[in-house]
């Protein structure tokens, strides 16, 4: 079936390679469309026009500073987990121009971009990424300070998002609530089953796109499996994080308990471990670039050779560098202690008074992309005084 609009909430069975047809109405609309794809040996998110190029049959194997791609033949087209990327690098990019100058007749002359919203569609959104994209809207957009830039690409965002088939050894979205299955926030959701996808539709724009495919209702029978998908996903993360090690060899869930999590860690800013952390953090500030949720900039003047032209550009910036809070009588966090203290206090008790919300959705990315392993489930486990 293919005409009128299919109404937010339904669901219906499409044959995979139908995904395409989907790929051509965003691009008839005018949106570019990006998905998950492996470069250089990671998957991340590239320029998408064919399903042909989606990274079916690879998964990723992921642990305290390691990434590993493997391909298997039993594996589908959604079966890797999470990249080092997130929506954070298409609407909060690390680099962004936003003043430019020109000096004219002796008198510099001074205007801001245009922030218009270029439509962007993004393919193979995962449930811990939709959270930590509304995390970031309370930051930039409900605030007293409204991000016209973020704004402008926000409003022009269509999510395509996909239940996790299967999880990481670092992800812990099912302690902080954020996954492993969607919940809202994507304008069209994709369950993968073993010969079809099931496909929700989450908001009218969705609904208008998915009649580009040959849909059919969808079976109690294939809603079902869709649903014991999550389940399944969720019950084995919750059943690998409480093994020690888990019964084929492979790297150890993780989980993090968060029951009084903002008063354990403000009641033990002079805990031993900080000074642990300290011996083995690089302060190199992987962890915040990965972190999908993480937001702090700062501000700089580039200039051309003859100083005619000037352009102000935001970029990102880390917690975990001297000059980031730097005074005029130097740092105030002096020390990689004094830096990841800051850093872990605010993800997860200092948010909650600042925006209302953690400031982690356990997507994992920073023990992962961390180069000696740092785990923050570890260090939250031993500041609580349990074995991790
Ligand atoms: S915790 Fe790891 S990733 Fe973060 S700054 Fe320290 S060494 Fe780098
Ligand atoms: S703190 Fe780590 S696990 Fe939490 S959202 Fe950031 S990268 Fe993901």
Not at 20 to 37: F, M, N, S, V
Request: net charge neutral.
């Amino acid at each position: 079936m293919t005409s009128g609009r299919l109404p937010i909430g339904s669901y219906v069975r499409i044959e995979k390679p139908s995904l395409q047809a989907i790929l051509e109405r965003l691009g008839r609309l005018g949106y570019r469309t990006i998905g998950p794809q492996v470069v250089d040996g990671a998957i991340v998110y590239a320029g998408l026009e064919s399903v042909n190029q989606l990274p079916v049959g690879w998964i990723d194997h992921q642990d305290g500073g390691t990434y590993r791609l493997e391909h298997r033949e039993d594996a589908g087209w959604f079966d890797y987990v999470v990249g080092p990327q997130s929506l954070k690098n298409y609407l909060f990019p690390s680099e962004q121009t936003v003043l430019e100058g020109q000096r004219v007749d002796g008198k510099w002359q001074l205007h801001s971009p245009q922030w218009a919203g270029e439509p962007l569609a993004v393919v193979g959104v995962r449930s811990c990424e939709i959270k930590a994209l509304a995390i970031q809207d309370r930051v930039f957009l409900e605030g007293p300070y409204v991000d016209p830039a973020y704004k402008a690409r926000r409003e022009n965002l269509f999510v395509l998002g996909v239940n996790c088939r299967r999880a990481a050894a670092t992800c812990f979205c099912h302690s902080m609530r954020a996954g492993p299955g969607l919940n809202s926030g994507y304008d069209l959701g994709l369950t993968e089953l073993d010969d079809c996808f099931v496909l929700e539709v989450g908001t009218k724009r969705g609904g208008d796109m998915a009649t580009a495919t040959d849909w059919t209702p969808c079976s109690l029978d294939q809603m079902r499996q869709a649903v014991a998908r999550v389940r399944q996903v969720k019950e084995s993360m919750r059943r690998r994080s409480e093994e020690a090690i888990s019964s084929d060899g492979s790297p150890r869930g993780r989980h993090l308990e968060t029951a009084e999590l903002r008063e354990l860690l403000l009641d033990n800013l002079e805990h031993p471990r900080w000074d642990e952390i300290a011996k083995r953090c690089l302060a190199c500030a992987n962890c915040t670039m990965v972190c999908p949720t993480c937001f702090c900039s700062s501000v700089d003047d580039v200039t051309d050779l003859l100083g005619e032209k000037v352009r102000r550009r935001r970029v990102w910036s880390s917690c975990f560098s001297a000059e980031h809070s730097q005074m005029s009588a130097g740092p105030v966090r002096q020390s990689p202690k004094a830096r990841y203290r800051q850093w872990l206090v605010h993800k997860l008790a200092t948010w909650w008074d600042q925006f209302d919300s953690t400031g982690c959705v356990g997507c994992g990315r920073c023990i992962t992309w961390c180069p000696v392993g740092i785990d923050l489930t570890e260090e939250v486990a031993a500041i609580r005084g349990e074995q991790a």
